[in-house]
């Protein structure tokens, strides 16, 4: 019995920060780690707003007509402008994730796959001299570039009614269903602080 006592004593007293009651200071938290927490909840913010909104609204399953499909997309993405009235340009990509976003992105180009991720961005014909607007569609007939897959790796995952799309040097982030622009890093030739 005192065995126990004993290690539950040891076991509280580490849980409450021992080290710190020896006069060390706590373990500093991997920054990069806590920016990128703080944007996967913005992302898990939008997606609940995101749920609310998509109530109600019949999802055309099974369909190929485009009527339909363009009716449920901007149904979707004006109840999603409506609940966030006043949705602008760095909600999601803060300006300290839009830092990390751009260090990760340099560190990878500048990585082993850089010249692969490089030639396939220039043989997917980047889209040039466009700027899109937070909360407004993706424009039809404006490709969507595709992400070189070495480089969605290096980027924080995403729910899957979202993705990452480039537009000029802007990273888009996009709700595919809606269609919508959620947030964008313009500029991404701008390098990442260290």
């Known amino acids: 019995m005192k065995v126990t006592t ?27 780690a806590a920016v990128s927490a703080k944007f996967d909840q913005h992302v898990a913010e939008y997606m609940k707003l995101r749920q609310k909104a998509q109530k ?5 399953k099974g369909t190929e007509s485009s009527d339909k499909i363009t009716e449920y997309q901007r149904g979707l993405a004006e109840r999603i402008r409506a609940a966030r009235p006043q ?11 839009a ?11 500048n990585g082993p796959d850089g010249a692969q991720i490089r030639t396939s961005y220039e043989r997917a014909e980047p889209i040039r001299g466009v ?9 039809d007939g404006l490709p969507l570039q595709s992400m070189p897959p070495s480089l969605l790796l290096n980027l ?7 993705e990452y799309r480039f537009v000029d040097h802007e ?21 990442a602080k260290q």
């Open 6 to 32: 004993f290690f539950a004593i040891v076991l509280l007293f580490l849980a409450r920060g021992g080290a710190s009651a020896q006069g060390k200071p706590p373990a500093k938290v991997n920054a990069d």
């Open 56 to 60: 109600g609204l019949s999802v055309p």
């Open 87 to 97: 949705a602008k340009e760095g909600d999601i990509f803060t300006p300290q994730i």
């Open 99 to 109: 830092d990390l976003f751009r260090k990760l992105i340099t560190h990878t180009i």
């Open 131 to 139: 700027h899109l607007g937070v909360d407004q569609p993706y424009p």
């Open 156 to 162: 924080p995952r995403l729910p899957k009614e979202l």
């Open 171 to 191: 990273l888009v982030l996009r709700d595919i269903a809606a269609n919508l622009v959620v947030d964008f890093i313009p500029d991404l030739t701008t390098p």
